[in-house]
């Protein structure tokens, strides 16, 4: 039972484009998502996170969007860069488990 | 400040063999987390391990079994290994363990069951 699902395994974006990865869960008692990259022989890294109390949260070039009530919330990366290529991971959790449920990655490619 | 890491980096084994990883946190931190990694599966959680205590598991079987030392260093043993546990094992430190602190990975052992 995959509670967090990343449908996209892959993306390509152009270089300057908009990047948007998206993550769906079927938990509604998740109300803290996290957002990973991962580039290979490396361990995940954090990259922004978000508050089931908050909508949307920015961090430079990255926005983490949550609507709640379509159990989605999505990573914008604006202008997106070839160092921007990487597998991403979307995670939930909620405040009484403290366990992380991971989705299945999806790989983005920037190209030139 | 050392990051988390993890020994051996690549491991083959054979069906029915165990096998020993290895994780050190980075210093000062208390709380140890294990995922498994496979294509198609994401990182799963294994288990986590805080001042020597398992506090957390999810939902593997018991041939997955870990430990963890006064140091922190945790260590996660896997029994009668099977093909299917061929997968990247990730191991992930943090101060307290919990959501307000930041888990940080090591880079993982690939382990190969031939």
């Known amino acids: ?112 | 400040k050392a990051g988390v890491t993890q020994t051996p980096r690549y491991l083959i084994k054979t069906r029915g063999q165990q096998v020993t990883l290895s994780c050190s946190p980075i210093s000062g931190h208390r709380s140890v987390s294990w995922y498994q990694q496979t294509p198609g599966q994401g990182l799963q959680f294994l288990f986590e391990y805080f001042s020597e205590t398992q506090r957390n598991k999810g939902n593997f079987p018991g041939r997955f079994s870990g430990r963890q030392f006064s140091n922190s260093r945790s260590e996660m043993n896997v029994s009668t290994l099977e093909l299917g546990d061929s997968a990247l094992y990730l191991c992930a430190s943090s101060l307290t363990g919990g959501l307000n602190n930041e888990q940080f990975f090591g880079p993982g052992t690939r382990l190969t069951v031939l």
């Open chain 1, 1 to 112: 039972d995959q509670q967090v699902k990343q449908n996209s395994p892959s993306l390509s974006v152009q270089e300057g484009r908009i990047s948007i990865l998206n993550c769906d869960y079927t938990n509604s008692m998740f109300d803290y998502f996290l957002w990973y990259k991962k580039y290979p022989a490396e361990g995940p890294t954090f990259l922004i996170s978000i508050s089931s109390i908050k909508d949307k949260n920015e961090d430079g070039r990255f926005t983490v969007f949550l609507n709640k009530s379509a159990k989605h919330l999505s990573l914008h990366i604006v202008p997106s860069q070839p160092g921007d290529s990487a597998v991403y991971f979307c995670a939930a959790s909620s405040y009484n488990t403290d366990k992380l449920i991971f989705g299945t990655g999806t790989r983005l490619q920037v190209f030139p």
